[in-house]
């Protein structure tokens, strides 16, 4: 099974802040790794996939790269309604693997 | 666009079985599986299964594997998952999502919470 370290599990940040969270596996998975948007209540929503290929409606603040074994999720400029929990996910084989999350929190 | 509700949650013991549904209020069987995955209460997300499009395909995580069985019925726009042997660690909140690969978009969840 593949596995998903994501990192930092929280991060504390201001309004208007470039912040990176970053996915790694032990193994090369290509490009197939997607992004969700977690906010308290709701249901995740996916904002990337295929590492890059942003979701229709997500703000261009948002930027995905990388493949094989990293990959990264970057908010250029946090804005408030960013402030939510970060996954990602594997979906090269199955069992698919989620990160372990990110808690992005206000400073 | 797609709308998915799932439905089926509720309180049982363990070692009990229960069986969730994910309606769609589209055509499902136009060639998109279907997921399970669930979230443990204040935990992160764990894929749990996918059924392909025609039922012809089924995965599971390895600690469901044995006890949950996903099924679907194209004619009712309908998605199962027929848990059995239910533990404590099976509490969850269980959402269905659309795709072939990644998944988007996602139903509201159901809760299942596993107690005597």
């Known amino acids: 099974d593949i596995q998903m370290t994501q990192s930092p599990s929280s991060l504390s940040a201001s309004v208007g802040d470039r912040v990176t969270i970053t996915c790694r596996t032990g193994?090369?998975?290509?490009?197939?790794v997607a992004w969700y948007q977690q906010k308290p209540g709701q249901a995740p929503k996916r904002l990337f996939y295929a590492a890059s290929t942003l979701q229709n409606g997500v703000p261009s603040r948002f930027s995905g790269s990388g493949s094989g074994t990293e990959f990264t999720l970057t908010i250029s400029s946090l804005q408030p309604e960013d402030f939510a929990t970060y996954y990602c996910?594997?979906?090269?084989?199955?069992?698919?693997?989620f990160g372990q999350g990110t808690n992005l929190e206000i400073k | 666009q797609v709308h998915l509700v799932e439905s089926g949650g509720g309180v049982v013991q363990p070692g009990r079985s229960l069986r969730l549904s994910c309606a769609a209020s589209y055509f499902i069987s136009t060639n998109f599986a279907i997921h399970w995955v669930r979230q443990a209460p204040g935990k992160g997300l764990e894929w749990v299964s996918v059924i392909s499009y025609d039922g012809n395909i089924e995965e599971y995580a390895h600690s469901v594997k044995g006890r949950f069985t996903i099924s679907r019925d194209n004619s009712k726009n309908t998605v199962y998952l027929q848990m059995n042997s239910l533990r404590g660690e099976d509490t969850a909140v269980y959402y269905c999502?659309?795709?072939?690969?990644?998944?988007?978009?996602w139903g509201q969840g159901t809760l299942v919470i596993v107690s005597s």
């Open positions: 996910l594997e979906y090269y084989s199955y069992p698919y693997t």
């Open positions: 999502a659309r795709g072939n690969r990644s998944f988007d978009p």
């Open positions: 193994q090369g998975i290509g490009r197939d």
